[in-house]
């Protein structure tokens, strides 16, 4: 398995260090959901982190559902701002 | 067999504390104290987190460096046209400090001045109520923010703007407009345009007379909002000083709303939507650097991050990009490049 998924609240400086990035895939999304490349490296950021470990069907409902509120507010926004953005659609995550 | 000091034409040290690593890529010593083998290595840019905005927002404008830098003015939440602010923050590197507010509320204003004390906000989005569309222009010394002469014409859609607050320049702005306006510190003077009208398109520059527009957004013909060429586009012009010129170097992937930092000799240009004209159009982590010449793919952001505010200062070494959407994010992300690390040895 390539990836493995958690939830983690991004805290700021050193939540992920360069060193990390160039030890791991990383890769955020919405509602605190993180891919990360599924080796000791990653593994290790995770509970450094103190990241809540998902199965990969979990996550993506948690950014499915970040990415329904999102469609909510698209449809309620002004005809200007739909004509420089389309309106958000779910993705399959990595 | 060779020996080490035959084949790097040194003999291994033995030291108990780290060296400086930038003077000892490729080089391999011993540290007493942890009892390990250690190397100096120099990486490709990455992206690492920074220090979380204690306000978070969008379509915010920055200036300075990335050890030293300003975030400014934004939209907290809530869609077009409410949740403009005038909140200001003050980054030292690791953490962001609340400084002294602005005095009117804005967004998606052009961001100019090169360092955390010299910085200036021209135009924008305004708070209701209308005219929305705001030609008001406020300068940052490092203690108060001063109100100065409007812009020509009062517009949105802006994404940085290039020269200090005693020269400087905003340029492309909505919906797709090409106009250039220059400053002297306090009068505002249009300029030629740009060659492509557009709106969204990142805007850097050291001077007033040596700027880069890059990417943004031509309104296709058939919208309702304004003639133009369509697309999110990756060409990138340079100014001279009286006039845009289109140069072959294009983005490797056309972007709007992305963060741009640097000169026109060095820059760096991370995240925004990408994707049109073959919809659905799609957020991006990616980022590339730029030589003076070309631009070439580096290494991604960890967030798809668009309509954030950056330092200025930097060139394509060294950056930071703030706040953002989607929603209105508070965290941030430094570049750095080349980044240099301590590895230890291990046997595995």
Same mark, same amino acid.
């Given at each position: 398995?390539?990836?493995?998924?958690?939830?983690?609240?991004?805290?700021?400086?050193?939540?992920?260090?360069?060193?990390?990035?160039?030890?791991?895939?990383?890769?955020?999304?919405?509602?605190?959901?993180?891919?990360?490349?599924?080796?000791?490296?990653?593994?290790?950021?995770?509970?450094?982190?103190?990241?809540?470990?998902?199965?990969?069907?979990?996550?993506?409902?948690?950014?499915?559902?970040?990415?329904?509120?999102?469609?909510?507010?698209?449809?309620?926004?002004?005809?200007?701002?739909?004509?420089?953005?389309?309106?958000?659609?779910?993705?399959?995550?990595? | 067999?060779?020996?080490?000091?035959?084949?790097?034409?040194?003999?291994?040290?033995?030291?108990?504390?780290?060296?400086?690593?930038?003077?000892?890529?490729?080089?391999?010593?011993?540290?007493?104290?942890?009892?390990?083998?250690?190397?100096?290595?120099?990486?490709?840019?990455?992206?690492?987190?920074?220090?979380?905005?204690?306000t978070a927002r969008k379509s915010l404008g920055g200036s300075g460096t990335q050890t030293a830098a300003l975030a400014f003015f934004g939209s907290q939440p809530g869609y077009y046209p409410s949740g403009a602010v005038k909140a200001v923050e003050e980054y030292d590197g690791t953490s962001w400090t609340n400084g002294t507010y602005a005095n009117s509320e804005r967004y998606q204003g052009g961001a100019f001045g090169q360092t955390q004390s010299d910085a200036a906000y021209a135009g924008g989005y305004s708070a209701p109520p209308?005219?929305?569309?705001?030609?008001?222009?406020?300068?940052?010394?490092?203690?108060?923010?001063?109100?100065?002469?409007?812009?020509?014409?009062?517009?949105?859609?802006?994404?940085?703007?290039?020269?200090?607050?005693?020269?400087?320049?905003?340029?492309?702005?909505?919906?797709?407009?090409?106009?250039?306006?220059?400053?002297?510190?306090?009068?505002?003077?249009?300029?030629?345009?740009?060659?492509?009208?557009?709106?969204?398109?990142?805007?850097? &520059?050291?001077? !007033?007379? %040596?700027? =880069?527009?890059? #990417?943004?957004? *031509?309104?296709? @013909?058939? $919208?309702?909002?304004?003639?133009?060429?369509?697309?999110?586009?990756?060409?990138?012009?340079?100014?001279?000083?009286?006039?845009?010129?289109?140069?072959?170097?294009?983005?490797?992937?056309?972007?709007?709303?992305?963060?741009?930092?640097?000169?026109?000799?060095?820059?760096?240009?991370?995240?925004?939507?990408?994707?049109?004209?073959?919809?659905?159009?799609?957020?991006?982590?990616?980022?590339?650097?730029?030589?003076?010449?070309?631009?070439?793919?580096?290494?991604?952001?960890?967030?798809?991050?668009?309509?954030?505010?950056?330092?200025?200062? &930097?060139?394509? !070494?060294? %950056?930071? =990009?703030?706040? #953002?959407?989607? *929603?209105?994010? @508070?965290? $941030?992300?430094?570049?750095?490049?080349?980044?240099?690390?301590?590895?230890?040895?291990?046997?595995?």
């Open positions: 398995m390539a990836n493995t998924y958690c939830t983690a609240t991004n805290w700021g400086k050193g939540f992920f260090t360069h060193d990390d990035r160039h030890n791991f895939y990383l890769s955020g999304h919405a509602g605190d959901v993180w891919v990360v490349g599924n080796n000791a490296a990653g593994v290790s950021w995770i509970n450094r982190v103190e990241g809540t470990a998902k199965a990969k069907a979990d996550a993506q409902t948690i950014v499915d559902g970040k990415i329904e509120e999102a469609q909510v507010a698209w449809d309620a926004s002004s005809d200007y701002e739909k004509s420089l953005h389309d309106r958000p659609e779910k993705y399959i995550l990595p | 067999m060779g020996t080490y000091k035959g084949i790097q034409g040194y003999t291994i040290q033995t030291l108990g504390s780290d060296p400086t690593v930038e003077e000892n890529i490729g080089r391999l010593w011993y540290n007493t104290t942890s009892n390990t083998w250690k190397f100096g290595q120099q990486l490709a840019g990455s992206w690492a987190s920074g220090g979380n905005l204690t209308p005219p929305l569309q705001s030609g008001k222009t406020e300068k940052w010394n490092g203690s108060t923010w001063t109100e100065s002469g409007d812009l020509q014409s009062g517009r949105q859609g802006f994404f940085g703007g290039a020269g200090t607050t005693s020269a400087g320049l905003v340029a492309g702005s909505g919906p797709a407009n090409g106009a250039t306006e220059t400053f002297d510190g306090s009068t505002w003077t249009e300029v030629a345009d740009l060659v492509t009208a557009r709106q969204y398109a990142p805007v850097t &520059g050291a001077t !007033s007379t %040596a700027a =880069m527009c890059v #990417g943004g957004y *031509g309104i296709p @013909a058939d $919208s309702p909002y304004s003639n133009g060429p369509g697309s999110r586009v990756g060409l990138t012009e340079i100014w001279n000083g009286s006039s845009w010129t289109n140069v072959s170097g294009t983005l490797n992937l056309g972007r709007i709303e992305a963060g741009i930092s640097g000169s026109t000799s060095a820059a760096v240009i991370a995240g925004g939507n990408t994707g049109d004209p073959a919809p659905p159009t799609v957020d991006t982590a990616t980022s590339e650097t730029w030589d003076g010449t070309s631009w070439t793919t580096v290494g991604s952001m960890a967030d798809a991050t668009v309509s954030m505010g950056t330092s200025r200062s &930097g060139g394509s !070494s060294s %950056a930071v =990009m703030f706040g #953002g959407a989607p *929603g209105n994010l @508070a965290t $941030s992300e430094e570049f750095t490049d080349p980044v240099y690390a301590i590895k230890t040895v291990t046997t595995s």
